[in-house]
């Protein structure tokens, strides 16, 4: 899942409006953002075959640091006690953001073929393979970032222009940004696919930049 995970990080300014929309954006996707810096180091593994399902041709092979639920769950309480010491948030902020980084896990495994990690052994992986179809798939994905950009937009308000339009760009970008890696053509090597994925890093600062110029309503 892709746009699910922002969607879910959008709706959790609501649940916790104290909490930057960058930090949220971070716990959601910390096993994308995790990921690639695994891949482009040798740590973990996967390899482009176009046809494995039909919305993604990537094959992750190896990757329980980043995406098992064990790592994931050690990571989310990690970054959850970083925030609270760095930013004097209760306990409420450690269990929301912990929630965040296991959400990816759960997400994912709607999304995935059965290759999702519970553990960080050979055995033990999930995957309801939503990604066999690609109209359920779009829908799916649409549905939550749209549900949940409407919560982020009634929780909050553009204090200028650029609160406003940067949010809607996001969205937007996002979307685009999707469409065009379901409908267009395989990435040419696994390294690639890890460099766009570092690139998501530019995405929290979209979202800090957004965060700047909008207030709690």
């Excluded at 746009?3 to 960058?22: E, M």
């Excluded at 973990?44 to 046809?51: A, I, K, T």
């Excluded at 309480?77 to 929301?96: C, I, P």
């Excluded at 090597?189 to 690139?199: N, R």
């Amino acid at each position: 899942m892709f746009l699910g995970h922002f969607g879910v990080a959008f709706a959790a300014k609501q649940v916790a409006p104290s909490i930057p929309l960058p930090v949220l954006f971070v716990a959601a996707q910390f096993a994308d953002l995790l990921w690639p810096l695994l891949v482009l180091t040798g740590v973990e593994r996967l390899e482009v075959r176009p046809g494995v399902t039909a919305v993604t041709p990537l094959d992750f092979i190896h990757y329980p640091y980043s995406h098992s639920l064990v790592a994931l769950g050690a990571w989310g309480v990690a970054l959850g006690l970083a925030y609270r010491f760095a930013r004097g948030g209760g306990w409420r902020a450690v269990a929301l953001i912990t929630a965040l980084v296991v959400s990816h896990w759960v997400l994912d495994v709607v999304s995935h073929r059965p290759d999702m990690p519970v553990a960080f052994g050979a055995s033990g992986k999930l995957g309801l393979g939503l990604w066999n179809s690609i109209p359920a798939t779009l829908a799916v994905e649409f549905l939550i970032l749209g549900a949940c950009a409407a919560w982020y937009a009634k929780a909050t308000r553009g204090v200028d222009r650029i609160g406003t339009w940067a949010f809607r760009a996001l969205l937007a970008f996002l979307a685009v940004t999707y469409l065009a890696s379901v409908f267009g053509p395989p990435p040419p090597s696994a390294e690639a696919v890890a460099w766009s994925c570092v690139a998501m890093w530019l995405l929290v600062a979209w979202a800090w930049w957004i965060e700047r110029h909008r207030g709690v309503a």
